[in-house]
Nanobody
Framework: QVHLQESGPGLVKPSQTLSLTCTVS??????????WSWIRQSPGKGLEWIGL???????YYSPSLKSRTSISRDTAKNQFSLQLAAVTPEDTAVYYC????????WGQGTQVTVSA
């Protein structure tokens, strides 16, 4: 059974960097052809794909967030991380980490609020 768990601060101040980590168990983030993503859902809005990192460490980002987003990984800890820079209140959302390929496992999500 694959399990993903998000962790990180629940409150971030405007203009700061949001940092979240996803800890994976039951699979390796370096498993061949696997891909691991971040998705968010803002209040009253649909799901928004942020980006992903593949088993070989290649990253892909949403064009709308690319300039502020970085996804990295720690293979020794079987973790991957999200950094979103220069946040505003519009970045307030529930953030999910997922195994996008092979589908479909999700973490429970973590609420991040951007507020002074």
């Amino acid at each position: 059974q694959v399990h993903l768990q998000e962790s990180g601060p629940g409150l971030v101040k405007p203009s700061q960097t949001l940092s979240l980590t996803c800890t994976v168990s039951g699979d390796s983030i370096t498993s061949t052809y696997s891909a691991w993503s971040w998705i968010r859902q803002s209040p009253g809005k649909g799901l928004e794909w942020i980006g992903l990192i593949t088993s070989d460490g290649t990253t892909y980002y949403s064009p709308s967030l690319k300039s502020r987003t970085s996804i990295s990984r720690d293979t020794a800890k079987n973790q991957f991380s999200l950094q979103l820079a220069a946040v505003t209140p519009e970045d307030t959302a529930v953030y999910y980490c997922t195994r996008e390929a092979p589908p479909d496992y999700w973490g429970q999500g973590t609420q991040v609020t951007v507020s002074a």
